[in-house]
């Protein structure tokens, strides 16, 4: 029963490759041989293609649609328009946000690119032929692309179809572009705090709209089988049990006959949460043609009509004393969602989680509002790594603080520490609503400035201003809120945020785990199985880790907002917990002693006081099927569904250093340095990789990603001619570190690490270049810092002659 | 329309199809011969993730039609394997390096490291950077994807000294 | 993302390409590289019913010099112009442009004709053949003639060539030993065309400058030649005025579009300071 041949202690947890190592992953060896399989690769027989007709106007009557030329077209087969899906109720369906949005335009468009007519063919080159044959009139209507206008009494009404409702699923609204107001925190005992504050600051602030943009675009291949009544989905979706629960309530469908399979997904980002016209109109047409039919969206597609981010309009304001200790935050924000309300966030939190807005620092009274509106743009709000608006928050707080700093004098670092939140104050209950899990900030940043040198680099700005050389320092000191959640307060259409992992072990001492998550490229088929390998003694690469199909996983809402480690991770170790303790009743048995005179180390139980008598998991999951004690029931295998008690709170010192070419506005990012803390790590390699990712991210958003409208509603720059995703030439490098603070209700103190990076990487670059103008008076410049942006500034100090 | 015929060599293996002439060379690759290793990003050939080899040149598959590539030798992610069989050491780079994250972009990025590194078996961290310059990727920050390269550079250039 | 259909013709000679052409006409379309044409009928802005490949067509192919002129076969790719050793040590500049033109995989297919060809004004390489004076050669039903590049730009795409005409080759003067070069491109990422950019080409002896030529790319509906500005420069010796002069001499032709690289004011704001790092580069590098 004994090993003979015996490791060490550090042998045997190195063999397990669980929490901690650095091991490499096991999904790569699909994709480096290019055997992914991603959506587009699924091929089913007698599989059809389907594609869209969509409008040129932001704003417009649709007065006729003639299929007849796209009809005679070789090899298009059918031509569905919103009249098509009416009797099956699909014209419409509901949104995550408690709205409805148009599956196809029903009478009218209300976005440029906006789906009209889904034509189905045998390829996609004969779908591109009929889609060119529809022949759509419109009648122009005035279009609305100012978020600021949306609420004049003049303002065009966009939809009609809610005009006369008072409300479209977030509380009452005022006007019929409205969508919903949001408060949080004391207007009262904000004022009075602005009232006598010594300083006070304000800013306005824009996060510009911007997309996710994946590598892999969206798309689906819908399958009916009509003979068993199954309807089968693959696609690219990050949450497949929430689009199978949908579809049941939108198809009537039992959920029973619904299969959702995600299966390769390249990419994610937030994109591919919520359900598009795309997956409905190929689910629709498979079941009127009883043939699978693909759906794959092109890269225009995507940028201009799937989920974009951002486009938060914010008044910021702080109150202080003139120590620069902050005495109060208030911020308005006037939110743009564009046509429809399709924001996916919890359900009862229609700006995310906004109210992080405190940031990293103890602030004693605070007042939020948020307005949401319609205008003809395409429909969305919360993606690319925002976990629900944190990313605005973090911008504006930390744009906030570097204003409140160059007002008060107080050095950037400085008024930080003055600030943060102690370490002995955590758990912290913010003034805005959070309690903070735990923390460690002015170590974070004490590192962060010894490894820049941080005075060293503010003796050098200082050298180069006298010479005319423009230099930036950024500081971000971020808390994000992540994990989402605890079901009293977090639901997505109801469905409350648990998630899920089943566990089974096998005879021969291998296991499978399932999840109700799913990776887009965050290796949760190591990582999960890395923490199971640490829980139950049994190494990971003997762990295979499943996500995606909704046949065999456990339901679970999916992948976003950094919510895998915090709230799936933490349901493997509870299921892996379960399966140990039933192991150490094996373990009793095998070795006849009680449960009690057995100790756990690294894969075996061990007889307390007698060493050599030990029974290793893999024993014991032999005996689960062939020995086990009376009573019990054979097998090894549990499912948990962890509802977490709390979010958790990772946290960051991020310091980026720019230099500025004061003739042409171009940015050099010198160095960028990025401390994360996000608890206990599980696989430091997978974990620098997601910031490597999310940095680049930032840096793409802060330095040139936009999607700019005409006041026509045309959408500019919705391609990769002019969307500005970085190549490795324009990539800076990036120099991770990393403090520990676990966190202490997560069962093994981990907090989620995915969405950091774009979350504190934008404020640190956007705060580096305007520290380069600081001295000049200059205390916010709007991203994206293109290079006219720029120029514009130094144009206007006179800073370049 | 009337297909033509096209000829062609993909992975050594020789191939003749009838094709519309229209028919991009990304599409007779994934649809017609089931290579479904290189990807699509995008429609305005940016992204790379389409990248194979054609007569000896990284090229956007997206953006050739089959028609152009007759009589020409094609290499996709299926094509490249290591000496004996297995792994190539860009493969095994990618994978030790962390050079993939979700990897829809990593068949083109692999063909292409695989080309830059005949141009160039010993590039430096920015020849590699440029080299991979019309490859977009957006999980990995290139990186490590950088020291992918340099790792099986390194292991290409050691064999190749052995063998000397 | 799916082009319009087409008939494919792979013609063996010049003269078959011209016969096409001429019963085509605007129904046909030559194809070299593809990376200006294929995107282009990706997108349906041109749905040609006749495309005509070049690829096998003999005589369009090879850099050589023939007695002080340098001649590229308009089928020559920027990895060939990257990698000629002619270019490299007699019009450096070709090169150091043909590295800022897009990525590794479009020049690997990407033809120094069809650069020139088309008109699209954000291409490099017009202005280079503009500095340079270059002349493109052009063969029709009519025969062959020579149009240089100071001269072949009326309008974007709308060049001297008629829909008859392939361009074959580009003939440069072999510029002057000991010449100085530089091309300067402000763009917002690998690939993009130029914010603004200049080229700069001139010749110095004993300090003073002799020859001078500047161009520009991307900032009017097609490339210019800043005659003025180059101008300016000879015969001084490239002192602050007389480059503040060149700059200015530049800024004052440009007519750029406003669009997501910037507005107008900025993009010619730009031009200028390309003009004046090109000189300050070719200066430089200028022997003599």
Not at chain 3, 19 to 46: Q, T, Y
Request: some cysteine; glycine content about 10%.
């Amino acid at each position: 029963m004994n090993d003979v041949a015996e490791l060490t202690v550090e042998e045997r947890e190195a063999t397990l490759g669980g929490i901690g190592s650095a091991r490499k992953r096991k999904e790569d060896a699909r994709f480096i041989r290019g055997q992914g399989n991603f959506v587009d690769d699924v091929k089913l027989p007698g599989m059809v293609f389907g594609d869209f007709v969509r409008s040129p106007h932001a704003h417009a009557r649709i007065t006729s649609i003639d299929t007849t030329a796209a009809l005679a077209v070789p090899g298009v087969a059918a031509v569905v328009t919103a009249k098509d899906l009416e009797p099956l109720g699909l014209h419409w369906m509901p949104t995550l946000a408690g709205d409805v949005a148009a599956v196809l335009a029903d009478k009218k468009v209300h976005f440029q690119n906006q789906e009209v007519a889904f034509v189905v063919g045998v390829d996609r080159y004969a779908v591109a032929d009929g889609v060119q044959a529809v022949e759509v009139e419109y009648e122009a209507l005035p279009v609305l692309v100012d978020p600021k206008k949306a609420l004049d009494d003049d303002a065009p009404i966009l939809r009609e179809d809610v005009a006369d409702k008072d409300s479209v699923g977030q509380g009452t609204r005022r006007h019929p572009n409205h969508i919903f107001t949001w408060e949080v925190g004391d207007a009262d005992a904000t004022e009075a705090a602005f009232a006598s504050a010594a300083v006070t600051i304000k800013e306005d602030i824009l996060y510009p709209r911007s997309h996710p943009s994946p590598m892999e675009t969206c798309g689906c291949v819908a399958s009916m089988d009509a003979t068993n009544g199954v309807l089968t989905v693959y696609g690219t979706f990050q949450a497949p049990h929430v689009i199978r629960t949908v579809v049941s309530l939108i198809t009537g469908l039992a959920e029973s006959k619904i299969r959702i399979v995600s299966p390769d997904v390249g990419g994610g980002f937030g994109n591919k949460v919520g359900a598009y016209p795309g997956y409905i109109c190929a689910a629709a047409a498979s079941i009127v043609t009883g043939l699978p039919v693909k759906w794959i969206e092109s890269r225009m597609d995507n940028l201009s009509t799937t989920a974009f981010a951002r486009d938060y309009h914010m008044t910021g304001e702080l109150a202080a004393d003139a120590d620069g200790r902050i005495t109060a935050v208030r911020a308005y924000v006037l939110a743009d969602h564009g046509a429809f309300n399709t924001h996916a966030q919890p359900s009862k939190w229609p700006a995310g989680f906004f109210n992080i807005v405190t940031g990293s620092y103890d602030i004693p009274v605070g007042h939020v509002k948020v307005d949401g509106v319609y205008t003809n743009k395409a429909p969305g709000g919360v993606a690319y790594r925002c976990s629900f608006r944190v990313t605005e928050a973090a911008y504006l707080i930390e744009r906030l603080i570097d204003a409140l700093a160059q007002k008060t004098g107080v050095d950037k670092a400085e008024i930080r520490f003055r600030n943060f939140v102690q370490p002995e104050q955590f758990p912290y209950n913010s003034s805005l609503g959070w309690e903070y899990d735990s923390g460690d900030y002015p170590a974070a940043l004490k590192k962060a400035l010894a490894a820049v040198d941080y005075e060293g680099l503010r003796k050098e700005q200082a050298e180069k201003a006298a010479k005319g050389e423009l230099m930036g320092i950024g500081i971000a000191t971020f808390t994000e809120i992540v994990g989402a959640g605890p079901t009293r307060n977090c639901d997505i259409v109801g469905l409350g945020m648990f998630d899920s992992c089943e566990i089974r072990v096998h005879p021969t001492g291998s296991a499978i785990v399932r999840l109700g998550t799913k990776s887009q490229g965050q290796g949760h088929e190591t990582t999960f199985a890395q923490i199971v390998a640490t829980e139950i003694g049994l190494p990971s690469d003997d762990i295979v880790v499943e996500e995606g199909d909704t046949d065999t996983a456990p339901y679970g809402l999916g992948t976003y907002g950094s919510r895998s480690t915090p709230v799936a991770g933490a349901a493997a170790a509870v299921a892996a917990r379960k399966i140990k303790a039933k192991a150490q009743k094996i373990a009793a048995h095998l070795l006849e002693v009680g449960e009690d005179d057995l100790e756990w180390e690294v894969d075996r139980f061990k007889v307390k006081g007698l060493p050599e008598k030990a029974a290793t998991m893999k024993e014991i999951a032999m005996a689960a099927y062939s020995n086990i004690p009376e009573g019990m029931e054979h097998g090894l295998e549990t499912t948990s569904y962890y509802d977490p008690p709390n979010f958790t709170y990772p946290f960051g010192a991020y310091v980026c250093v720019v230099d500025i070419d004061r003739f042409t506005g171009e940015v050099k990012v010198r160095r960028f340095y990025a401390l994360d803390d996000c608890g206990t790590r599980i696989n430091p390699m997978v974990i620098e990789g997601q910031v490597h990712g999310g940095l680049t991210e930032a840096f793409a958003i802060a330095m040139g990603q936009e999607l700019v409208f005409d006041e026509m509603g045309n959408i500019l720059g919705a391609s990769f001619q002019d969307y500005f995703i970085p190549s490795a030439v324009e990539t800076p490098e990036w120099e991770t570190d990393y403090t520990v603070t676990p966190s202490p209700h997560h069962p093994i103190g981990a907090k989620g690490v995915g969405e950091s990076p774009n979350v504190g990487g934008v404020p640190a670059f956007s705060n580096a270049i305007v520290d380069a103008f600081a001295r000049h008076g200059v205390t916010h410049m709007p991203m994206p810092h293109t290079t006219w942006r720029v120029w514009q500034t130094i144009e206007e100090h006179g800073l370049n002659k | 329309m009337a297909k033509i015929p096209v000829k062609m060599t993909v992975n050594g293996n020789a191939v003749e199809e009838q094709v519309e002439p229209r028919l991009l060379l990304i599409h007779f690759l994934r649809e017609q011969l089931n290579l479904t290793g290189p990807h699509i990003g995008c429609e305005t050939s940016h992204c790379g993730a389409c990248t194979v080899d054609l007569d000896g040149r990284s090229v956007k598959s997206c953006t050739v039609f089959a028609c152009q590539a007759d009589g020409g030798e094609v290499l996709t992610i299926e094509g490249i394997k290591g000496a004996d069989g297995g792994l190539h050491p860009l493969q095994e780079g990618f994978m030790q390096e962390h050079g993939l994250q979700c990897g829809f972009c990593t068949p083109g990025m692999i063909t292409r490291a695989h080309r830059l590194l005949q141009e160039n078996p010993n590039p430096s961290e920015a020849e590699i950077r440029a080299g991979i310059s019309g490859n977009l990727c957006r999980c990995t920050g290139y990186q490590n994807i950088v020291k992918a390269v340099r790792y099986a550079a390194e292991r290409m250039n050691a064999q190749q000294e052995a063998a000397e | 993302m799916i082009p319009g259909p087409f008939e494919y013709h792979r013609p063996g000679s010049v003269d078959e390409v011209i016969a096409l052409l001429g019963e085509f006409g605007d129904d046909g379309r030559v194809i070299a590289g593809g990376h200006s044409l294929i995107p282009m009928m990706k997108l349906r802005l041109a749905v040609p019913d006749h495309v005509i490949d070049l690829r096998d067509v003999g005589g369009l192919d090879g850099i050589s010099e023939d007695g002080g002129t340098i001649v590229i076969g308009a089928m020559v790719t920027q990895a060939e112009v990257l990698a000629s050793d002619l270019l490299a040590s007699k019009c450096p500049i070709l090169a150091e442009a043909a590295a800022l033109i897009a990525d590794p995989q479009v020049r690997y297919l990407g033809t120094v004709g069809g650069n020139v060809a088309n008109g699209d004004p954000g291409n490099d390489m017009p202005a280079l053949m503009q500095c340079l004076d270059a002349a493109y050669v052009l063969k029709g039903p009519k025969g062959e003639r020579e149009v240089a590049a100071r001269g072949f730009y009326e309008a974007a795409y709308f060049t001297a060539r008629g829909d008859d005409e392939l361009l074959t080759s580009v003939r440069i003067p072999t510029p002057a030993a000991g010449h100085g070069s530089a091309y300067e491109k402000l763009k917002r990422k690998t690939g993009d065309y130029a914010t603004a950019a200049a080229a700069a080409v001139l010749s110095m002896e004993r300090g003073t400058c002799t020859a001078a030529a500047i161009a520009l790319t991307n900032v009017a509906d097609t490339p210019l030649y800043a005659e003025a500005a180059g101008a300016a420069l000879v015969g001084s010796t490239l002192d602050e005025a007389a480059v503040a002069a060149a700059v200015e001499a530049a800024k004052a032709i440009t007519a750029p579009a406003s669009d997501l690289r910037g507005p107008a004011e900025y993009r010619t704001y730009v031009a200028g300071v390309m003009v004046r790092r090109a000189i300050e580069r070719a200066e430089a590098r200028a022997t003599g």
